[in-house]
């Protein structure tokens, strides 16, 4: 079963533009995970931040965690088109890892 | 080049008949996992493996067997296949369950 629910489920937006995206989970986590997935691809690790931590920095990704909310969102800044993927939060707790069902972000030229 | 490989990468099947899709990891990783990945369910765990001898079902074990005999590969086993297991499956690792996985590329696999 799903533990995160990313925020929106798409987004299209213009080369250049920032994208972000939020996964809200309902239980306490050790840590909170983004991976990438293009097209029916494998998912990619992209960053991984700790309960203890609240934004942590990877290239033009930030990511933030706020443990009181329950949330988290992903930041890429100055988008590109080959940021065309699904982006999805997992969340583990009790060394159990769970994925959200992902946000389709478009990036147009 | 630190991978997770995957095979094959397209199955079609017809129902019933035995199938196994392979997964080998490089990295000396000692947790590996199975996926499936559905429209609108997102990803959902099959089995797991700790370790060698070890493993474990997942959110969705009916129809599937794992095993793992050697800590570099975890095959995946559909006994009698059902249409209900088109999928896109993948296989992940990962030297600790609660870090960062690396995926195979994915086996899409239609039971007709």
């Known amino acids: 079963s799903q533990q995160g629910e990313e925020d929106p489920q798409a987004l299209s937006i213009q080369e250049g533009e920032n994208a972000t995206m939020n996964c809200s989970y309902k239980?306490?986590?050790?840590?909170l995970q983004w991976y990438r997935q293009n097209s029916g691809r494998g998912l990619v690790h992209l960053i991984l931040i700790r309960s203890n931590e609240r934004e942590k920095h990877s290239g033009r990704l930030r990511v933030t965690l706020d443990t009181s909310k329950k949330s988290s969102s992903l930041l890429i800044t100055a988008s590109r088109a080959a940021d065309t993927a699904s982006y999805f939060c997992a969340t583990v707790a009790n060394n159990d890892m769970r994925f959200g069902a992902g946000t389709r972000l478009t990036v147009k030229p | 080049e630190a991978q997770v490989t995957q095979n094959p990468r397209y199955l079609i099947t017809v129902t019933g008949k035995k199938l196994t899709v392979t997964c080998s990891q490089n990295m000396n990783h000692e947790y590996m996992s199975w996926y499936r990945q559905d429209p609108g369910l997102g990803l959902r765990q099959i089995y797991y493996?700790?370790?060698?001898?070890?493993?474990d079902k997942g959110d969705v074990p009916e129809g599937y067997k794992v095993s793992r005999k050697e800590k570099r590969n975890f095959p995946l086993i559909l006994e009698s296949p059902s249409p209900n297991q088109t999928s896109l499956y993948f296989c992940?690792?990962?030297?600790?369950?609660?870090?960062?996985?690396?995926f195979g590329s994915g086996t899409r696999l239609t039971v007709v």
């Open positions: 992940a690792s990962s030297r600790d369950r609660a870090y960062g996985y690396t």
């Open positions: 239980t306490s986590i050790n840590n």
């Open positions: 493996s700790m370790n060698v001898e070890v493993t």
